[in-house]
């Protein structure tokens, strides 16, 4: 069974930055994708961003510009690097390990980190 376990969530002031982490029990290269989800109280999961195995990254319109996704293989962890927070982007903040031929929302799942953002 693969671990994934998020930390560096917090309380920040609008303007502010915070690094999540992520690490994961194997190799992240075995992976096909990481994904950093977030859900606010009363919403959907969403996806805010994508690592690929091999480097290709995506975000969400909403934090593009603002957040950042790396990884480091060595160390089986994945980051998000979120600068210029607003209250909206208060939420857990989930992280997922895709393996190759994953659907919907399989995958290995921690348990989340919390970010709120004050105005």
């Known amino acids: 069974q693969v671990q994934v376990v998020e930390s560096g969530g917090g309380l920040v002031q609008a303007g502010g930055s915070l690094r999540l982490s992520c690490a994961a029990s194997?190799?992240?290269?075995?992976?096909?994708?990481m994904d950093w989800y977030r859900q606010a109280p009363g919403k959907l999961r969403e996806l805010v961003a994508s690592?690929?195995?091999?480097?290709?990254?995506n975000y969400a319109e909403p934090v593009k510009g603002r957040f950042t996704i790396s990884k480091d293989n060595a160390k089986n962890t994945v980051y998000l690097q979120m600068n210029s927070l607003k209250p909206e982007d208060t939420a857990v903040y989930l992280c997922?390990?895709?393996?190759?031929?994953?659907?919907?929302?399989?995958?290995?799942w921690g348990q989340g980190t919390q970010v709120t953002v004050s105005s």
């Open positions: 690592i690929l195995s091999g480097g290709y990254t």
């Open positions: 997922r390990a895709r393996p190759p031929s994953t659907m919907g929302a399989g995958g290995y």
């Open positions: 194997k190799t992240i290269p075995s992976f096909y994708a």
